[in-house]
DNA sequence: CTCGGTGCAAAGAGTTTGCAATCCG
DNA sequence: CGGATTGCAAACTCTTTGCACCGAG
């Protein structure tokens, strides 16, 4: 899989042929059931909603869009701690934020408040890690476990 | 499984005493596999070693040693990126720190420089988070990813 | 003696892969 | 038309479980 980099495009579909890949019903479905939620979907819930688009599609194709669409920096995948993948559009209408994960149902809850300081020193960290590790700095995973209200 | 809180206890062997746990051949492997290891190991590379000074030892009872320790706070089960678990002992020499994870190779690098700010604004954060979002925070996660000084 | 602990084999769960058929452009 | 994409089933990997035997205290 080419690593890609097409900056600029505005719709994912330009994005994919841009990259030299091609918009499917599959995509397409995937791609809507992400920005349509909300919530953090594993693979398995996004194939039960992209299903209802469209009948006919496999857990294999979502499993592979969402691989070409992490490598194209679209949707990030997150760890909630039980052992399936959970996904996010990179760009919904949602900025920069973290999450708050829980520990007993493992719900996954955004937050970005009070989020400018923690970006700052962020940033600072990156710079002086960087440096001393000789570590090309990517990106970076907050996180916060506890208990949440529901489940208190 | 009992969730133990028995504090003070000088050595693993008392913990797990304490915890109306038993101490066996098998345990004490792992244990003495862990506290000799700088690396993040994963169930099966304990598995390895922990052959090595017990060759009798199956990998069911690394992994349910694994999750005892975890439950007793004495390890902490790492997410490295690759599916497997890695983990470290929560009380081996090194203090408080966080991790610099290698996209390319999921080696985990500790680090705890600089980390006086970043502990300073995590306890802000947690203070905040578990006001308003009503969550009992337990711990926290911080990751960079990128790349290592070895894959680039 | 009592129960917790063990190894083994088998089961699970999530994800990936091989392949022939299909579809995009 | 040519190569990218797909669904299916099978393969894989890591982890967990059932069970009969073993052994710590």
Redesign the pocket.
């Known amino acids: 899989m080419k690593n890609c980099e097409c900056p600029g495009a505005e719709k994912l579909h330009g994005r ?2 841009g990259c ?8 397409e479905a995937v791609i809507k059931v992400l920005q349509e939620t909300q919530e953090h979907l ?3 819930e996004i194939f039960s909603k992209a299903r209802v688009i ?1 009948p ?6 979502i ?3 969402l ?1 070409k669409l992490s490598m194209m920096g679209e949707v990030h995948k997150l760890d909630s701690g ?4 959970r996904f996010e559009l990179a760009n919904s209408g949602k900025g920069h934020h973290h999450h708050l994960v829980c520990s007993r149902c493992n719900r996954i809850i955004d937050y970005d408040d009070f989020i400018d300081d923690e970006v700052r020193l962020l940033k600072e960290m990156e710079k002086k890690l960087s440096k001393k590790y000789n570590f090309a700095i990517s990106g970076h995973l907050i996180q916060f476990y506890g208990v949440c209200d529901k489940c208190k």
């Open positions: 994919f042929r030299g890949y091609r918009m499917t019903a599959g995509r594993s693979a398995d469209n006919d599609i496999g857990l294999t194709t499993y592979r869009t691989e039980d052992k399936r993948g």
